[in-house]
């Protein structure tokens, strides 16, 4: 399989077979993200990230470092010269020149396709706007399939925002070449996007509901978010979603005892405390899956495994 110099943009651009290997490879990768390897060494990764992060970023740098590879690049564009008004192209055809790869993160749909389409080097997607987080996905199949021990067969249901949520849009494209069953659970206002709808049709089975009680008895996978607030055109809106779903030990009695809950963080009160403790919480892991993944995806973009 070709991974050496692709871009990864969006989900939508692999199939389950290269899904499959990129997992495999992380499985194959996981010794080494504790002990450390020389792979990457003298290799470059530049991480610009136009919106704030904690994890994606720390995460991609962290990867990097445990390869034996560095890290250049900026976290605040408004110190960068963004801010004297330089252009997403020209950003990129100058960091091409000091990177072997470039992590992009972009508050504008779209942005990390037009980025690669100027670059000569790989650009992976590390969140384009409301759209999608290609990583992220990955590092969620990883710890479904981690957890779970296979992904077929399962009930996974998003809960939140899943209309301005990137992470679930490029999870459920994700899962949609798997045998799983997603029910999309959300207020009406934030209901799962037409085009991602249209886009697993006839793949998977698929329920949209605002009951969640209704749904957890069946569910294998809870993948919890939080409303994003940052996207709403309308502040009158947000106010009206609020809050809309708090996990607590009460949400999960009638659930299954192997339910696992997934959150790709930052939760801001969508998941209780108590849950922490509990077997079923699995969001803390998803955090350690996301270097591994990422260091996956750097050795076989950059050539050193094939
Ligand atoms: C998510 C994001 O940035 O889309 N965070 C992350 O990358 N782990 C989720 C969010 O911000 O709610």
Known sequence: MEFEGRDIISIKDFTRKEIDYILETAEAIEPIAKTGSDMLKGKILATLFFEPSTRTRLSFEAAMHKLGGSTIGFAEPEIASVRKGENLADTIRVVENYADVIALRHPREGAARLAAEFAKVPIINGGSGGEEHPTQALLDLYTIKKEKGLIDGLNIAMVGDLRFGRTVHSLAYALSLYEVKLYFVSP??????????????????????????????????????????????????YMKVKGSYRINMETLGKAKPDLIVLHPLPRVGEISPEIDRTSHAKYFQQVWNGIIIRMALLALILGSIK
Not at 208 to 227: A, C, F, G, K, M
């Open 188 to 237: 009406p206002l934030l209901k799962m996007r037409r085009e991602v709808l249209e886009a697993i049709k006839g793949k998977v089975d698929v329920l949209e509901t605002s009951n969640l009680d209704e749904v957890i008895p069946e569910i294998d996978v809870l993948y919890v978010t939080r409303i994003q607030k940052e996207r709403f055109p309308d502040p009158a809106e």
